[in-house]
């Protein structure tokens, strides 16, 4: 190699570090600027999440509180009544955590699992408190007639921790039995089902209606006049400066027997008396109607005004009737934006707490309802963060879905 190319050489290798360096400063320069607001959202979303969600299969609680029990029932097999040594270490366990004061975590705990438990327990450690003679599992019995139930020692197995899957069983309407069998929970405590199934319909409905009344609209906005289209998107963008407890009052008033459409059927003659418009499924579905149309109406609007007018027109001059110029020209066009509105719409009504439970009677209440009364009424936080993390993952699921079938590239051009 001449001394030229040898220049020539090192010149383009300094040329390339130099590049390289500028690169790795232009990135770090970048993190640097999106490092506060990534720390923010860790912060404050992702990890309260995260650890709200971990309530749902973390069980802590009754396994410091019966440590010589659980040692002793590892060898029980839930088929029968434990022996001798296990009833021992159960009355060692109630003196101990009575005289630490740590019993009433492992009684509510286990009253989670089995109603009436945390009685049980509580009563029991005030019972065997003072020394007895004789045979523990007699005075265990005496104690309280539930300690002869293999069902109670099968609560304190599946209380064992520090994981578990009670509560998501528990969510599912299924349940382990003393001998570790998951099989489905008696009918008059079987919910969770039915009321997730409620939740997907409402918002299977609620998504269908948004549609049918969102696209002419979008339609209307998308063809009008640029001065009657910006009106039109103005009284569509309206709602949003209201907050959504106030629209749902509105709608209260609105349906209330005295309320404005009673009293506007009635002077139309459509009826003879107020009817009962308010906490039923009627109303929880109007009002997540009117609350979420402009969420189908935006996506496509946004799609439906890159749609070239001359489209129409071609499909008319080469003699297509309107509608089939609609059902092959106008309407493939706007599948991104049905699609994305439709997601949209969806994923947030399977969230919507305020609107049911104020205007929905009791058999209209969603599973964000039951999360709520979890967490905040029963204190039951392991079945609310289960409820919590299975609609999760029906979200994910239909987000998956919905971008293996239609493409999340659908949603950018909408």
Sequence with gaps: MSQAAAIETSRAEALGRRRR???RGRSVSAALLVAPLLVFVLVSFAAPIGAMLLRGVEDPEVGPVLPRTLAALERWDGTDLPDEATFAALVEDLRAARAAGTLPVAASRLNHDTAGLRTTLVASARRLA????????EAVLRADPAWGQV????????????WTDFFLLAALDLRRDATGRIGPVPEDQAIFRTVFLRTFWIAAMVTAITLAAGYPLAALIALARPSVSAVLLFLVLLPFWTSLLVRTAAWMVLLAREGVVNHALIALGLFGAPKQLLFNRFAVVIAMVHILLPFMVLPLYAVMRQIPPIHLRAAASLGAPPLAAFWRVWLPQTLPGIG???LMVFIQALGFYVTPALLGGGADQMLPYFIGFYAN??????LAAALSLLLLVATLGIVGLYGRLVGFSAVRTA
């Design 21 to 23: 360096r500028a690169a």
């Design 151 to 162: 069902e109670t020692w099968g609560a304190i197995v599946r209380a064992r921790g520090p």
């Design 130 to 137: 003072a020394p007895f003679e004789g045979s523990a599992r």
């Design 340 to 342: 994305a509105g439709c």
């Design 377 to 382: 009424q029963t204190v039951n936080w392991g």
